[in-house]
Every structure is written in C-alpha cells, then in structure tokens.
Nanobody, 120 residues
C-alpha cells in the first residue's frame, strides 16, 4: 500500500512564503508524474502544477512566477515552494502522484491534504 503524506501547511501573512512537502511511502513502487492540487472553500479542486519524473514543471497562470515545484526522486518526495502568498491562495493543498505498483499497476494516489491559510 502506497501512501502520500503532505506537510508544511499553516497560517501565513500575505506576501510571505511557505513550503509544502509530500512524501510517498510504501513497498515496491515507482512514482511517475506528480502534481499539486488545491481546493478553496466552496470551490472545486484545481490543479496548481505538475512535475514529471525528469523534472519538467508546469504551473497554472494564477501562480506562475510565485509558486514552484521540485522533487527528490531518491527520497520519493515533492515540494511546493509558495512565495508572495495572497489571500486567494487559501485552500487545502493536495499531493497527487501517478504511481506504479506490481499489485495495482499505474494509478493515481492522493494525500490527505494540508491547509494553507493566507491572512493578515
């Protein structure tokens, strides 16, 4: 069983920074593409950005220039560096990954989410 666990959320003032982490654990798995999503109150979950296994990064326009993704393949981890935070960045942030296991093949896994609140 593979699990994704996010950490690093919390309260930040506008203009400040936060770094989210996502760690994968389990047995005998291979992580392919990874992504961060977020869901604000009363809104649908939306994509924030993706990072391929080789490190190709794409972020949505609303966070471009402020957010960046990175990953550490050796430690099965992914990060979201969030700079110049805005109140509209307030949301629960979810880690997502396409993971292959021998028992289930390739499928999407989700973390439990971590709350980010941007407020003065």
């Amino acid at each position: 069983q593979v699990q994704l666990v996010e950490s690093g959320g919390g309260l930040a003032q506008p203009g400040r920074s936060l770094t989210l982490s996502c760690a994968a654990s389990g047995r005998a798995f291979v992580i392919n593409d990874m992504a961060w999503y977020r869901q604000a109150p009363w809104k649908e979950r939306e994509l924030v950005g993706t990072i391929s296994k080789s490190g190709t990064i794409n972020v949505v326009d609303s966070v471009k220039g402020r957010f960046s993704l990175s990953r550490d393949n050796a430690n099965n981890a992914m990060y979201l560096q969030m700079n110049s935070l805005k109140p509209e960045d307030t949301a629960v942030y979810y880690c997502n990954a396409n993971i292959w296991t021998m028992s289930q093949g390739s499928r999407a896994y989700w973390g439990q989410g971590t709350q980010v609140t941007v407020s003065s």
